[in-house]
């Protein structure tokens, strides 16, 4: 490997975040915490509100379960994520520059970047919706107000990676409250609750049901997420030892663990506020963000309930821009070797959403944005299988984790989950494609 492979990506932040070598748990597991968080936004983007918004609203708690079936997918990967960029020192990206031909590897960038895209894509047109809402600002213009995330990323950054961890952190907590207000004035059915999250054969009896359930399990697991995760866990300085690289996988994952529970919640509450204001009220057919917003004072009773849905909206949407921006960066240095000023390479990977989103809603009006949406996810879904399979790859070669390969029962249960992501997705897709060639 030649000096210029040995270039970790991030290298402003590469190692930066100092970890204690003695001291208790709680002190370890502080110094760790962060990764974890920046993950976690992107399972509560915007792209996943419009199938938590529909699923409550027409099925009530029962796709509870579906959620929860989703996040526990999601901590496995990411956990295979720290596993991997802990134990090899490479992210998903350069684990796959040197372990694929040049070929693939070009194919698998290009594939990412499409997928980095349209994830930001329904960020930027989430944020510009919530920013619509409360200050009645036009799409195009919200759009490009919420570009301006890339110059606190490279503000804070010059700070220290902290700083960046920080706001991450705060933006959830913003969330998480705003929903947490949003269901005590919902007032929801606690035994309903509870028997949401017990799987139903309802739910697979149901083929509309099963459609928005397949969306919740296609829409979960972010391909960027994967790249990201595997690169930030090298924030942290931890000894080139084996005891100690033990130690950071475990906490590690821990973070990442606590991080997508809270992700769980928002999720969660999500549907769990559609279905306790709509779908018990007849008002089953909501599944736009603007009618869900436009009825929610008015069925509470509450005036601030609307707004409070929409801050939360905007708050996920600007945190979710916030890792898609740097995934981008990761992307880039990982597959291809490009080092360029931060501020240049964050500009280009932002304006490669900016442009599509721009163009959709000045040729086709601002009521193209749950198209856009929809389209966004479709791609994701396209591209997910190429960054679940060669992380399970790399996780289970033991050339290349060494003692940290994953064990057979771990390797067992990666491969089940991925072909469950990767033929839901499939099915999703060819459903999706149906449903454009041979509209009702």
């Known amino acids: 490997m030649s000096q210029i492979d040995k270039i970790p990506s991030l290298p402003e932040v590469h190692r930066t ?39 409550g609203a027409k099925f009530g708690y029962s796709l509870l379960s579906i959620i929860l079936l989703s996040n526990l997918m999601a901590i496995l990967l990411q956990a295979l994520c720290v596993k991997l960029g802990v134990a090899t020192g490479r992210d998903l990206a350069q684990a796959c520059r040197d372990n694929f031909s040049k070929p693939v590897s070009f194919c698998l960038w290009v ?38 995330d890339v110059f606190a990323i490279l503000f804070l950054q010059s700070k220290g990676f902290r700083y960046i961890e920080a706001l991450v952190i705060t933006i959830i907590a913003v969330v998480g409250g705003c929903f947490v207000a949003e269901l005590i004035f919902a007032k929801p059915d606690l035994g309903g609750i509870i028997g949401g999250f017990i799987p139903q054969v309802e739910v697979v009896r149901n083929p509309e049901a099963l459609y928005i359930a397949i969306g919740i399990l296609g829409a979960t697991v972010m391909p960027h997420n994967l790249y990201l995760h595997s690169s930030i866990v090298q924030t942290r300085a931890w000894e ?6 033990r130690e ?7 973070d990442s663990t606590i991080a997508l529970s809270l992700a769980l919640f928002i999720n969660s509450a999500i549907l769990i506020l559609a279905a306790a204001v709509f779908h018990f009220s007849g008002k089953q057919d909501i599944a736009e963000i603007q009618d869900a917003y436009k ?54 990977t932002r304006l490669v959403a900016i442009v599509p989103a721009l163009l959709t809603i000045i040729f086709f009006g601002e009521g193209s944005t749950t198209s856009l949406l929809i389209l966004s996810q479709v791609i994701l879904s396209l591209q997910l299988s190429f960054a679940v399979i060669p992380l399970i790859m790399f996780t289970s070669d033991r ?25 839901l997705n499939g099915w999703l897709l060819i459903q999706t494609f149906s449903g454009w060639l041979n509209p009702r």
């Open 399 to 423: 050339k290349l984790m060494g003692e940290f390969v994953n064990p057979t029962w771990l390797k067992v249960l990666a491969c089940t989950v991925a072909t469950i992501i990767v033929g």
């Open 111 to 148: 594939l990412c970047e499409i997928a980095i895209s349209a994830c930001d894509l329904a960020e930027l047109v989430g944020s510009a919706i919530a920013l619509q809402l409360l200050f009645n600002i036009p799409l195009a213009i919200g759009v490009c107000i919420t570009a301006l």
């Open 248 to 254: 950071a996988i475990k906490f590690g994952t821990i």
């Open 240 to 245: 080139d030892t084996p005891e100690k690289k």
């Open 295 to 348: 009825l929610l004072s008015p069925m509470l009773g509450v005036a601030p309930a609307s707004a409070i849905f929409a801050i939360a909206l905007l708050a996920s949407g600007q945190n979710s821009t916030l890792t898609a921006t740097m995934a981008g960066q990761i992307v880039m240095e990982g597959f291809l070797h490009i080092r360029m000023k931060p501020w240049l390479r964050r500009l280009l």
């Open 17 to 55: 975040v100092t970890v204690p070598t003695n001291g208790s748990f709680w002190k370890k597991l502080l110094a760790y915490a962060g990764p974890g968080y920046l993950v976690s936004v992107g399972y509560m983007d915007p792209g996943n509100w419009a199938t938590d918004l529909a699923g």
